[in-house]
Nanobody, 124 residues
Framework: EVQLVESGGGLVQAGGSLRLSCATSGFTFDDYSIGWFRQAPGAEREGVSYISRGDGTTYYADSVKGRSTISRDNAKNTVYLQMNSLKPEDTGVYYC???WGRGGWESEHEYDYWGQGTQVTVSS
């Protein structure tokens, strides 16, 4: 059974930090690229960051660039998203997803498996 389990969300004050984790199982982790998405209340889900299989190429949305770092630990089948200098507009449910293909990283349709999400709330 394929599983992606997000953790590390919570309530944090503006300016604070969180490290989100995406623990995976049930598929060959090394063969998949991993993306993080978020969905704010009343908004569409949007891509936040991505790390490729193989060489670990990374991408970030402009809204989090310079404040976030994505990394993967292939030995633990886990991807991390370190988020610093958090802002109230970072509030939302954060999802990780796994993609076998190499299409546009921000397109949800490129992803084969999804987690259930973890809530991040940033207070002002």
């Amino acid at each position: 059974e394929v599983q992606l389990v997000e953790s590390g969300g919570g309530l944090v004050q503006a300016g604070g930090s969180l490290r989100l984790s995406c623990a995976t199982s049930g598929f060959t982790f090394d063969d998949y690229s991993i993306g993080w998405f978020r969905q704010a209340p009343g908004a569409e889900r949007e891509g936040v960051s991505y790390i490729s299989r193989g060489d670990g190429t990374t991408y970030y949305a402009d809204s989090v660039k310079g404040r976030s770092t994505i990394s993967r630990d292939n030995a633990k089948n886990t991807v991390y998203l370190q988020m610093n200098s958090l802002k109230p507009e970072d509030t939302g449910v954060y999802y990780c997803a796994a993609a076998w293909g190499r299409g546009g990283w921000e397109s949800e349709h490129e992803y084969d498996y999804w987690g259930q999400g973890t809530q991040v709330t940033v207070s002002s």
